[in-house]
């Protein structure tokens, strides 16, 4: 089985910053895309921003320039750097990974969630 642990999640003042980080551990051989996805109360779940494991890059349009993502592969870990935040940036931020358990080949990519770090940004 695979764990994905997000942390780094709290409240924060309208035009603060967070930084969040995902871990992945477990039967891992292998992590492709990692992400960052958010659900707001009564909202759909969100992309947020990817990242691949060769380091392309995607976001939300309505969140270039504020939010950045990251990878460390050799942790199996993933951030979010949110700048500049917004009240509606309140939400429950999840990050995934695509992890390939097996190194036999064909290699098979599984999604993964973690179980979500709020984040609440007050006016």
């Known amino acids: 089985q695979v764990q994905l642990v997000e942390s780094g999640g709290g409240l924060v003042q309208a035009g603060g910053s967070l930084r969040l980080s995902c871990v992945a551990s477990g039967s891992i051989f292998s992590i492709n895309a990692m992400g960052w996805y958010r659900q707001a109360p009564g909202k759909q779940r969100e992309l947020v921003a990817g990242?691949?494991?060769?380091?392309?890059?995607n976001y939300a349009d309505s969140l270039k320039g504020r939010f950045t993502i990251s990878r460390d592969n050799a942790k199996n870990t993933v951030y979010l750097q949110m700048n500049s935040l917004k009240p509606e940036d309140t939400a429950v931020y999840y990050c995934n990974a695509d992890v390939a358990s097996s190194p036999l080949l064909p290699h098979n990519y599984y999604r993964y969630w973690g179980q979500g770090t709020q984040v609440t940004v007050s006016s």
């Open positions: 990242a691949s494991s060769g380091g392309t890059t």
